[in-house]
Structures are given as C-alpha cells and as structure tokens.
C-alpha cells in the first residue's frame, strides 16, 4: 500500500507564507513526477506546481514568482512553499504522486486526502 500524507496548511493573512509538505510511504520502487493541485469551492481542480524527479518545475500562471515547488527524492517528500498568499489561493490543496511500487509494475498516481489553506483578506 501507498499513502500520501499532507501537513502544512492552515489559516493565514494576505500577503502571509505557508509550507506544505507531502510524503509517501510504503511500497514503492520508484516516484517519477510530483505535484500539487488545488480545488476552490465551485472550481474545478487544477495544477498548482509539478516537479519530476530530474527537478524540472512548472507553475500555474497565477502561482508563477510566489510558488515554489521542491523534493527530497531521499525522504520520498515534496513540498511546496507559497508566498505572498491571497484570497484567491483559498483552496483544498492535493499532494499527487506518480510511483511505480515494483519494476514489472505500470506506474500510477496517488493521492493524499487534501489540507485546506485559507487566506484572509
């Protein structure tokens, strides 16, 4: 079995900081790309930051200069540092993950179960 567990969100003003953290756990042989999504009330989910594991990043526009995504390939962690929050980040955000748990087995994605980050005006 594989778990994604998330950490980090919470309440906080504009213009505020917040980590989150996502780390995998249990079988899994390898972790190919990483990301983080997000899903406001009446929105659809969409991509926030994604990493692979060469390092390689990409941001949403509206996230772009405030956003940071990064991983410790050695903890099976990624994070993601986002700064200078607004309102309009108020979301579930999702940790996924895409992990082949053995070598003869196709790669597939994982999710955590979401942390909420709100930000206040």
């Known amino acids: 079995q594989v778990q994604l567990v998330e950490s980090g969100g919470g309440l906080v003003q504009a213009g505020g900081s917040l980590r989150l953290s996502c780390a995998a756990s249990?079988?899994?042989?390898?972790?190919?790309?990483m990301g983080w999504y997000r899903q406001a009330p009446g929105k659809q989910r969409e991509l926030v930051a994604a990493i692979n594991s060469g390092g390689s990043t990409n941001y949403a526009d509206s996230v772009k200069g405030r956003f940071t995504i990064s991983r410790d390939n050695a903890k099976n962690t990624v994070y993601l540092q986002m700064n200078s929050l607004k309102p309009e980040d108020t979301a579930v955000y999702s940790c996924?993950?895409?992990?082949?748990?053995?070598?003869?087995?196709?790669?597939?994605?994982?999710w955590g179960q979401g942390t909420q980050v709100t930000v206040s005006s």
């Open positions: 996924n993950a895409r992990i082949r748990v053995a070598a003869i087995i196709v790669e597939r994605d994982y």
């Open positions: 249990g079988r899994i042989f390898s972790i190919n790309a």
